[in-house]
């Protein structure tokens, strides 16, 4: 199994930025994917961005050349620095976890961190 803890959200000022971290353990080596979602107040969870294995991303077009995510494969830890913030940037973001073992693909999810973008 892969488990997940983020950390890094808080409360910041439109134009402002924030880093994002999640904190992965268990199977490392059998993780495909991993990214970010984010669900504002009633709407659904919708997909940020995501890195592969092989270091490929992927981004939402609401937060492209506002948003990077990286990976640091020693530390395991998932990165997602926020840049430029806006008010709809306000949600939980999720980091999230695609793996496979030996060949059904599982998904974990973290707890959430909270991001606030005041105007």
């Known amino acids: 199994q892969v488990q997940l803890v983020e950390s890094g959200g808080g409360l910041v000022q439109v134009g402002g930025s924030l880093r994002l971290s999640c904190a992965a353990s268990g199977s490392m080596d059998s993780i495909i994917a991993m990214g970010w979602y984010r669900q504002a107040p009633g709407k659904q969870r919708e997909l940020v961005a995501t890195?592969?294995?092989?270091?490929?991303?992927y981004y939402a077009n609401s937060v492209k050349g506002r948003f990077i995510i990286s990976r640091d494969n020693v530390s395991n830890m998932l990165y997602l620095q926020m840049s430029s913030l806006k008010p709809e940037d306000t949600a939980v973001y999720y980091c999230?976890?695609?793996?496979?073992?030996?060949?059904?693909?599982?998904?974990?999810w973290g707890q959430g961190t909270q991001v606030t973008v005041s105007s």
């Open positions: 999230n976890a695609n793996w496979k073992r030996p060949i059904t693909v599982y998904t974990s």
């Open positions: 890195i592969t294995s092989g270091g490929g991303t």
